[in-house]
């Protein structure tokens, strides 16, 4: 079985919505766009270096159209994105130009595509589609970068949907900035208890 790996980076409020520039993702009118920027530094710089290596990866609709437009013609900035396969979720969306793009319809494809044999998956973006792997028990990694501040607006990685679930921090850093750089692997149910029992 192939692992799913979310990689994010969100706020202490939890969006996710167009960190990387103004123009990324507008949708909803967002006004924030590009707010990790200030926040870059060497050890944050490192570790997305260390996780742009050569992977599949699985996205949402406009996640995809966002790094179809980008990554094709930047690929010296992530050696390897052309050449791995390009799984998208998409109802609507057929065909792309982006070699080894895949178009997955249903749940049921992405359920498939996990139990096949394979590297793992990476999810970047793509806030509708993280929220149906996690509602489904279909995240086996969180790879997280929270950003000291709030937006209170914008696409959000958490909904109502999510399903209870335990997860085990397998490695972390805080840069010089303050951004908290976490990797969770899935733990099973969520246990309870008393606290001082």
């Known amino acids: 079985m192939r692992k799913i790996i979310v990689t994010s980076m969100i706020t ?17 009118v967002f006004k924030y766009g590009g707010w990790s920027a200030p926040y870059g530094d060497e050890v944050g710089g490192k570790v997305m270096q260390k996780q742009m290596k050569p992977a599949d990866l699985l996205l949402g609709r406009k996640t995809f159209e966002i790094f179809a437009s980008f990554w094709p013609e930047h690929a010296a900035i992530w050696p390897g994105i052309n050449d791995g396969t390009k799984y998208v979720m998409s109802k609507t969306m057929k065909k792309s130009d982006w070699k080894n793009t895949v178009f997955l319809e249903s749940l049921a494809d992405i359920k498939k595509l996990r139990n096949s044999e394979g590297s793992d998956i990476q999810v970047w973006g793509s806030s509708k589609l993280i929220q149906l792997l996690l509602k489904n028990d279909l995240v086996d990694e969180l790879w997280l970068k929270i950003y000291p501040l709030t937006l209170g607006e914008g696409k959000k990685l958490f909904d109502g949907s999510t399903i209870p679930a335990a997860f085990t921090l397998t490695e972390s850093i805080v840069t010089t900035s303050g951004v908290i750089i976490a990797n969770y692997k899935r733990a099973g149910k969520v246990k309870i208890g008393t606290i001082g029992a």
């Open 12 to 28: 202490l409020d939890g969006v996710m919505q167009a960190p990387g520039g103004p123009e990324e993702d507008r949708s909803g």
